[in-house]
């Protein structure tokens, strides 16, 4: 689950993660460890990776107040994206987050997590699912007008820097 906030997206934000985006990075996750997906969105990204055979805790529980499983593999609320990062630095626990392209460049990453991410960029743009008021609306149009990268803390990639292909 996602929330996009901008003067665009600041009625409707919410924009669940489809299985295509989770299976691009199957080979990134290691299937010997719990994945907490820390945020809920409609519940089906949860169902998506214990499809893809992960061990998964995908709960409606609050991200701030919890700490569950091994790493996280999730599409986090972007308009909580500052407090989320510093909680993920409390926590200091692998992780692998869908984020906006545009949050590399912002100061509370550098600061945060300076030489400590590598990122995975996705061969195209992820078409992700958007909810109006918890429901896809009737004229939905399956797109993005933003690019995101997989950002990744402690998953030992081979890379810093990996393009899916």
Known sequence: MAVFHTKTFTKHDSYMTPKYAWENIEQFIPKDKVIWEAFYGDGNSGD??????????????????????????SN????????????????????IMILPSSKINTSYMRNTFKDKLQI??????????????????????????????????????????????
């Open 48 to 73: 998506y990776l214990r499809e893809l055979g992960f061990n998964v805790i995908h709960e409606e529980v609050d991200f701030f107040e919890n700490d569950l499983g091994d790493i996280i593999v």
């Open 76 to 95: 986090s609320p972007y308009s909580q994206c500052k407090e989320i990062m510093a909680r993920l630095k409390e926590l200091d626990k692998p992780f």
């Open 120 to 165: 995975i960029i996705p061969r195209k743009r992820i078409h992700f699912v958007k909810l109006i008021n918890g429901k896809i609306p009737d004229k939905y149009k399956s797109c993005a007008n933003f690019d995101t990268f997989y950002y990744c803390y402690k998953m030992n990639l081979p890379n810093d820097i990996t393009w899916l292909e």
